[in-house]
């Protein structure tokens, strides 16, 4: 029944190393995105994608990039994780359409960790 | 530019007592409204929103929320919680007439007390 999967749900990185997060979904929405949710704060759009267009927020850093190969996956690569990118990091989906707004469907979530 | 304001950072409230959760929101053009429930390392789930028509939301879990457009509000209510109810709730506000992009309030932590 899950619809917006994201893996892993946790995930352990070390300064500086690489590290990629996958989100997939299985509801056919043109519009994915990834925010970042630190600790007892709101979630902050970091970039979306209506379909294969991107969209960066003007405040996200260049270390924060993502592809989306198809409709169905979505990927954040952190290039270079520095402790103060360990955070949540929530996928999401929409419909996506001026007008249309029905609201998000979240994932679960990967909880990151850089050590 | 759209803002959020949840005034309330927790709320304590004892179980089977009424609650409400405060939201405000800044806007110069209409908007679209939503509450969301963020439970313990889990992603977020929608409780309810408002696009237009009946000013009363009536959303899952026995929550409901008022669209109130001469105070720019979105009062979150439950007449009476339960201890499964302890959780994070976000308000958020989006434009009818431009993207989909969520803007977020801080959050209001409820936490039921037995």
């Known amino acids: 029944d899950a619809m917006v999967i994201q893996n892993p749900r946790y995930q352990v990185t070390q300064f500086g190393k690489p590290v990629t997060l996958s989100c997939s979904q299985t509801?056919?929405?043109?519009?994915m995105y990834w925010y970042q949710q630190k600790s007892s704060q709101a979630p902050k759009l970091l970039f979306h994608?209506?379909?294969?267009?991107?969209?960066n927020e003007a405040d996200t850093p260049d270390n924060f990039q993502s592809r989306r190969p198809n409709t169905s996956f979505c990927f954040l690569d952190i290039r270079s994780p520095g402790l103060g990118d360990a955070a949540m990091y929530l996928c999401?989906?929409?419909?996506?359409?001026?007008?249309?707004?029905?609201?998000?469907?979240f994932g679960s979530g990967t909880r990151l960790t850089v050590v | 530019a759209q803002s959020v304001t949840q005034l309330d950072s927790q709320v304590p409230v004892f179980e089977e007592a009424p609650v409400e959760l405060r939201c405000n929101y800044s806007?110069?053009?209409?908007?679209?409204l939503f509450w969301y429930v963020q439970y313990p390392n889990q992603g977020l789930q929608l409780l309810l929103k408002?696009?237009?028509?009946?000013?009363l939301v009536k959303g899952i879990n026995g929550f409901e929320a008022e669209f109130n457009k001469s105070q720019t509000s979105f009062h979150l209510r439950k007449p009476s919680v339960h201890i499964s109810d302890t959780a994070e709730y976000f308000c958020?506000?989006?434009?009818?007439?431009?993207?989909?992009?969520?803007?977020f309030g801080t959050g209001t932590r409820l936490t039921i007390i037995p």
């Open positions: 408002y696009l237009s028509g009946s000013t």
């Open positions: 806007s110069s053009v209409s908007v679209y």
């Open positions: 994608y209506y379909d294969k267009d991107f969209n």
């Open positions: 509801l056919n929405h043109n519009v």
């Open positions: 999401a989906t929409s419909r996506g359409g001026t007008g249309s707004n029905y609201g998000y469907t």
């Open positions: 958020a506000v989006s434009d009818p007439f431009g993207n989909e992009k969520l803007t």
